[in-house]
Every structure is written in structure tokens, then in C-alpha cells.
């Protein structure tokens, strides 16, 4: 899956702290990349059982996404809460 620059700034510009299409570096716009990124490899992998490689670049995709969820909800919990709220993660 290649990403063209178009689509990684539309992502960024929807999800973004700033609102920007340069606003690649807030935790908001990489957890949202990382979001788009997982749902593609989930929607691979139900079609590829047996691709094992892919199922650990998905395994550490979510812990890096984990990580900046966590930071985000200890250092400013309504950020968290926008994320979370925008993106559909949580149930």
C-alpha cells in the first residue's frame, strides 16, 4: 500500500492539531496515518490469512499508535478525546 502525498495530506489536514496539510508531526495527524494504515492492512490480512510478516508490521503499527494514544490521554486528556471521538477508535 503506497500512500501518494495527496492522501497522506488530506489525512493530515483532516486530523491535524493545526488544520494543515504540513502538520505531519502532531500526535493527532500520526495517529490518524497510523489509523488509515492499520484498516488497510486489517482488510488485507482477512484475504491473507497466512501472511505472517504483515501481521507483525500490523502488530507494531498498533503499538506505536498505543504509545501515542497514551501520551496524548496523560498529557492533555481533550485532545485524546477529539482523536478518539474523530477517528472512531474506541467503542
Known amino acids: 500500500m503506497k500512500l501518494t502525498t495527496e492522501a497522506k495530506q488530506e489525512i493530515f489536514e483532516k486530523n491535524s492539531l493545526q488544520k494543515s496539510k504540513t502538520d505531519t508531526g502532531s500526535a ?3 495517529i490518524a496515518l497510523f ?3 492499520i484498516n488497510h492492512l486489517t482488510e488485507h490480512l482477512k484475504e ?4 505472517f510478516s504483515t501481521r507483525l508490521g500490523l502488530l ?3 503499538g ?15 485532545r485524546y478525546r477529539a482523536i478518539i471521538s474523530e477517528l472512531g477508535i474506541r467503542k
Open 64 to 78: 506505536k499508535r498505543r504509545r501515542l494514544l497514551n501520551y496524548l490521554s496523560n498529557t492533555e486528556i481533550e
Open 48 to 51: 491473507n490469512k497466512k501472511d
Open 60 to 62: 507494531k503499527l498498533v
Open 28 to 30: 493527532e495527524s500520526q
Open 35 to 37: 489509523t488509515h494504515r
